[in-house]
């Protein structure tokens, strides 16, 4: 369970909008990937798998993979939480290319 | 049940949302819902959090949320708890998660009232000590010396003249059935406060320290070191209370570090020497008094 990208619609016509304040959770039409101007690399074979930067990403787009960690670079924001936290040096922060 | 990072649920209840890089608030958040899980019902009253999380169509919380009104997390929590348990639901936790301006200024009233009926709800404060989302302005949980936009730093005031207001405190006097300080520093301590919590019927409230880079003058990723800085150097206590009786969870592993703690930060840029050992001899006092 985790909010999820949406097709975003051209136009919103009235009948888009809610009839109240509520509406669908987890519902996101926009992603922070440009927010970026470094971004977070693992070396899977650094990595032991602790978890200390999937516990720690303020984000939460680091998940577990395959005994190692994976990042979502669409809401990854570069902050470098993630690196500094790693005590395994499995983390560096690169220059996000234009 | 020991949570940790191994038996944290997989879901993630706060994503795609648009908090700095770094910040602190979102972390706290992030992870006590991870704790709670889907049957958390969340209140956001206004604050970074929830202008952060909720800006239509962008909703980031896969759980049930809602904005409150500045003063008013622990009234709609209140209501939130009796709506859902007169429909005859009971799985469910009313969290709220408010900052230090919605919680030791406006909302004080609110929570103070919540507690005095023991509504059976879980309050967190996410302090990141001034108004943050309308611009860095001091609340009552701004610490003693720092620079914000309405305790600026200049030739003869140097920033907040006043000593942050103990909520802890303040809300154990009211003999609450449980009450305890964390910071994003200690994930680990927080986590297993909140799965704690979520098991006492009653109210509860947890005053979590969460760094904003933004108004802190740090670096993005900083944040959760800083928050751990605090407990170390002796600023931030972890303690607890519970059945009328306080307890403090860690002893500081380094008075010492306290001068360049402070040094790091941008809001304190501005101290004197003699500042700094006000501070010390604020945070000194606390501790001759057994942490409270
Ligand atoms: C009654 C009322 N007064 C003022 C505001 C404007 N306002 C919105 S957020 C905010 C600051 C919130 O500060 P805090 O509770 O510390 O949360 P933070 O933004 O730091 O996360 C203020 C003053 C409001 N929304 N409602
Ligand atoms: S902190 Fe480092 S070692 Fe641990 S899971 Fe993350 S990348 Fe791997
Ligand atoms: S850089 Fe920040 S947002 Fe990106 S994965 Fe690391 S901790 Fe998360
Ligand atoms: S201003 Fe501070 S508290 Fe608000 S979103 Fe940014 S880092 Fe978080
Ligand atoms: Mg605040």
């Keep these: 369970m985790k909010p999820y990208l949406r097709s975003i619609k051209a136009k919103w016509t009235l009948q888009d909008y809610p009839d109240n304040t509520t509406y669908e959770a987890g519902y996101l039409i926009s992603k922070n990937a440009g927010w970026r101007s470094i971004r977070p690399v693992i070396d899977t074979k650094k ?26 670079y669409d809401f990854c924001k570069g902050c470098g939480i993630c690196k500094r936290i790693c005590k395994l040096k499995a983390i560096e922060m690169e220059a996000e290319s234009k | 049940m020991n949570v940790n990072a191994n038996t944290l649920n997989e879901d993630e209840f706060f994503y795609g949302h648009k908090a700095c890089a770094g910040c602190g608030g979102s972390l706290a958040v992030r992870i006590a819902l991870k704790v709670l899980g889907k049957r958390a019902v969340a209140v956001l009253p206004a604050g970074c959090m929830s202008a952060v999380g909720f800006n239509f169509p962008q909703l980031c919380f896969a759980n049930n949320a809602i904005i409150s009104t500045f003063a008013g997390t622990a009234s709609m929590l209140t209501g939130i708890e009796a709506g859902l348990r007169a429909k005859g639901i009971t799985d469910f936790v009313a969290v709220g ?31 990141n000590e001034a108004y943050m989302n309308t611009g860095v302005q001091k609340s009552s949980l701004t610490p003693f010396g720092a620079k914000t936009t309405t305790t600026p730093a200049g030739g003869n005031v ?99 570090a306290l001068r360049t703690h402070i040094k790091k930060q941008g ?26």
């Design chain 1, 47 to 72: 990595c032991s798998g602790c978890l200390q930067c999937y516990l720690h990403c303020p984000d939460g787009v680091i998940s577990k993979r395959d005994g190692a960690v994976a990042i979502d």
């Design chain 2, 97 to 127: 998660f408010a900052g230090d301006g919605g919680t030791a200024d406006i909302g004080i009233q609110a929570l103070s009232g919540a507690i005095d009926r023991d509504d059976n709800i879980l309050y967190i404060c996410y302090d």
């Design chain 2, 267 to 292: 809001r304190f840029k501005h101290l004197t020497d003699e500042d700094i050992d006000h501070i010390e001899s604020l945070r000194d006092s606390k501790w001759e008094n057994g942490g409270q």
């Design chain 2, 158 to 256: 140097r920033g907040n003249l006043r000593p942050k207001k103990n909520m802890f405190e303040i809300v154990a006097a009211h003999g609450i059935k449980y009450a305890a300080t964390a910071s994003i520093g200690y994930l680990p301590d927080y986590m297993k406060k909140v799965q704690h919590a979520s098991e006492i019927k009653g109210t509860k409230y947890i005053h979590v320290i969460a760094p904003c880079p933004t108004g802190w003058g740090i670096a993005p990723d900083e944040s959760v070191e800083i928050a751990k800085e605090a407990v170390d150097c002796g600023l931030w206590i972890l303690a607890e209370y519970e059945n009328g009786i306080f307890s403090v969870n860690t002893k500081p592993k380094n008075l010492s």
